[in-house]
């Protein structure tokens, strides 16, 4: 793979393709997403790493506009998203989603469900829709594209679904790819077929990809950039191979350590029972002004129980929101 850079050092005109800045989602008194802000720059992926009910999907559907914001604001190429969401922020940014079956109609042929997201975002002729339709299944290695365009969902196989989802997702040109665990309901031995495929489309197109996954360890080889969420907040960011490699949140070393390894399971399992009785791991919760990884923490701190920690520079290219990382007077180490 090719060598990754800090996206601080990335081009300017590369940067903030889709920013994100201080983000909530708020369902009555439970707050799935805390203040998360974030950007996808082109021709880069950024992994949303956390566990089940971290708030990831939620961030993602966000900032696709499948759900509004409770506050905070989305902007597109620098041009904030209206409430009202435009057929371009919907053209510009894609989906594609955990369940490839889910996502297609299993009424309609594969050739006709990429035919429509041609036709309604007017990207061809109607003359031309049948080449189009060929030539996107064969960009996703679905080959010959001309054979698979007469196919049900059902006539297909899992991966072969995924493949067929991301070839409609790609029909309208979109700048910016929002996989939400887009290889979790395929079999083992296609998975990274599938990553490597979206990592492709990434270099080629010059895409932004937010990739979410519970799997750190894919994030490694497949992302940028990790950020690490727990119940709705982000705990760590950076590089991902100094994230995973070294990382400095307790929480992000818990996940690496419970990383499965050469097959089997990591020594350090996370707990799972809180010191409080909080909600339950990795659950979101109420709004609260301490650290919310503070009731699960092999490391806390009395001052991570009464202060929110704030991000601190932990390297040039990564940051933690722990106070294992700041000095007595606040500074930074």
């Avoid at 998360?36 to 993602?60: C, D, H, N, W, Y």
């Avoid at 990553?195 to 937010?210: C, F, G, K, P, S």
Wanted: with cysteine.
């Amino acid at each position: 793979m090719p060598s990754k850079v800090p996206i601080e050092q990335v081009p300017v005109r590369q940067h903030r393709i889709l920013a994100a800045g201080n983000l909530v989602k708020q369902y009555g008194s439970f707050r799935a997403v805390d203040d998360v802000s974030l950007s996808l720059a082109r021709g880069r992926t950024l992994a949303l790493v956390g566990e089940s009910g971290s708030g990831k999907s939620t961030i993602a559907k966000m900032l696709g506009y499948l759900e509004r914001p409770t506050a905070g604001t989305i902007a597109l190429n620098g041009t904030p998203v209206p409430r009202r969401v435009s057929r371009q922020h919907r053209q510009q940014v894609q989906m594609v989603f955990q369940d490839p079956f889910a996502s297609l109609n299993p009424a309609h042929t594969i050739g006709y469900t990429i035919a429509r997201s041609l036709l309604i975002h007017r990207r061809c002729a109607r003359a031309e829709i049948a080449d189009r339709t060929a030539s996107l299944l064969d960009q996703v290695n679905l080959t010959p594209g001309s054979d698979f365009r007469s196919k049900l969902p059902h006539q297909l196989s899992g991966g072969q679904r995924q493949r067929a989802a991301i070839a409609t997702a790609l029909a309208v040109g979109p700048e910016v790819l929002l996989a939400d665990e887009p290889v979790s309901m395929l079999d083992v031995s296609i998975r990274v077929e599938i990553l490597t495929l979206l990592q492709r489309l990434v270099a080629e197109q010059n895409l932004a990809m937010l990739y979410i996954t519970h799997d750190i360890a894919s994030a490694r080889y497949f992302a940028d950039d990790i950020v690490v969420l727990y119940k709705g907040r982000v705990v760590e960011r950076g590089d991902a191979a100094m994230i995973v490699e070294s990382p400095q949140h307790p929480y992000t070393q818990l996940l690496v350590a419970a990383a499965p390894k050469g097959g089997r399971q990591g020594q350090g399992a996370l707990p799972q029972t809180s010191r409080t009785g909080a909600a339950a791991p990795g659950t979101a919760a109420l709004q609260t002004p301490s650290c919310a990884f503070a009731d699960r923490c092999p490391k806390v701190l009395p001052r991570c129980t009464a202060e929110r920690p704030p991000e601190i520079a932990t390297s040039d290219s990564t940051l933690a929101a722990c106070w294992l990382h700041a000095r007595p007077e606040g500074e930074t180490v």
